[in-house]
């Protein structure tokens, strides 16, 4: 049989060990759910740069559109203004024609 001592001496021994394991088994669980949440706000900063990188493609977009479809009406609208005035012209130089004969 053993020595009282030695298994005095065993079992505290015992305790320090797990003790330290489960400190060490928190400290990695620790570590581990740092990770996870670095890495899940680091995502979500993805996510967030991602929606205002197509968000500002959209804005930018819409005003090439904008400036597309205005100067295109602006077009269609001297070009409208351009005929009009082709056309006034043509009667009444036709109407001189006419009142000359």
Known sequence: ???PNVEIFKDELKAIIKA????ELEAEQEVEIEEKEYSSQSQYNKQ???N???QK???GQSAENEAENKAEAEAVSDADAD???ESESEAEVE???KSYC
């Open 20 to 23: 330290e394991l489960k400190a």
């Open 83 to 85: 005929a009009k005035a």
């Open 95 to 97: 109407q001189e024609k």
């Open 1 to 3: 049989m053993l020595d």
């Open 52 to 54: 205002t990188l197509i």
């Open 48 to 50: 967030i740069n991602h």
């Open 57 to 59: 493609q959209i804005q």
